[in-house]
Nanobody
Framework: VQLQASGGGLVQAGGSLRLSCAAS????????MAWFRQAPGKEREFVAA????????RYADSVEGRFTISRDDAKSTGYLQMNSLKPEDTAVYYC???????????????????WGQGTLVTVSS
């Protein structure tokens, strides 16, 4: 599957952004997906995940209550709505599609076999 992430940009602290992840190449609806991020000088970290069918979600503690992951299977697109952004949210955000059919909302990067190119989010203070 090919993934195309978009929606990043520069925003002030307290602002909002919505990231999109457009998928092609396989039946998007049958697989879980997730968002990860990597800040300069840091390792890639889990942000949020959603199961196939969208029945379950998981979030990193640092974004719980501020970010919302969702999916529109008719459009083969996943989303990450980010509210109340903080400077520490600054990172390149990557979407990923699970390698497991009918997968749950997984946290580990190893559960995902396809990755988008990343979109940069910069939050100014």
């Amino acid at each position: 599957v090919q993934l195309q992430a978009s929606g990043g940009g520069l925003v002030q602290a307290g602002g909002s952004l919505r990231l999109s992840c457009a998928a092609s190449g396989r039946t998007f609806s049958r697989y879980g997906m997730a968002w990860f991020r990597q800040a300069p000088g840091k390792e890639r970290e889990f942000v949020a995940a959603i199961s196939w069918l969208g029945t379950s979600t998981r979030y990193a503690d640092s974004v719980e209550g501020r970010f919302t992951i969702s999916r529109d299977d008719a459009k083969s697109t996943g989303y990450l709505q980010m509210n109340s952004l903080k400077p520490e949210d600054t990172a390149v955000y990557y979407c990923a599609s699970s390698g497991s059919y009918r997968s749950a909302a997984a946290v580990a990067p190893a559960e995902y076999d396809s990755w988008g190119q990343g979109t940069l989010v910069t939050v100014s203070s």
